[in-house]
């Protein structure tokens, strides 16, 4: 049986984007499994007394049920290297534990723990393999219109007016200035800046 995955940001006893992760993991449960009775994650969800303070991460294992729920300290990464890889049979729909075609990606590229792969997937722009990305183009900031995941803080920006969908191809990549990742984890307006003139081409 497939494996998936939420995680959700909690902050000095705040769970974020409850509601659009429930919207996730409902749709993904129905579009797997089939008809299924809803799962509404406030409802269910308890913050321990020591994951009351600080960041922690909720990460909730599921699939037709959720199995496990657990309450993690969390550390951002720490990435110093942006790469441009080509992904073409990379799919990633859904957020399931099986990350293998990822890491198969990193190991062909030689990655380290401070590297993140920006994937091409048929010529356009998706995502890295942790995250979604927004791009800065002088103007306004852009976010690829094909993701791999299509992820919560993304969709909370998108909802928000903050950023907008664009269909970036690899071609016209290096046109932008600037680069950030975001996830769950990862806030639009504290997540680290990356010039795009900085981040490694693809291999010919």
Known sequence: MCQLTEAIKVFDGKIFNVDLHSER????RKDLFGPVDEIHLEE?????DYAGKG???????????????????????NI?????VRGDDTEYSYKFNDRRGFEKLLKENNCSEHDAIIIV??????DTHFSN?????????HTPLHPLLIGTKRAELLRDGIISEKDILASDFYNY???????????YETSP?????DVLPMKP
């Open 44 to 48: 269910i969800l308890n913050i321990p």
């Open 193 to 197: 800046v990356f010039m795009v003139k």
């Open 177 to 187: 200035e600037k680069v950030k990742l975001i996830n769950a984890m990862m806030d």
């Open 80 to 84: 110093k290297t942006l790469k441009l």
């Open 133 to 141: 990305i927004v791009m800065f183009n002088g103007k306004e900031w």
């Open 55 to 77: 960041l922690f991460k909720c990460r909730i294992t599921y699939a037709e049920e959720i199995n496990k729920i657990e309450w993690l300290a969390y550390k951002q990464r």
């Open 25 to 28: 993991l409902n749709r993904a």
């Open 121 to 126: 997937k048929e010529k356009r722009v998706t």
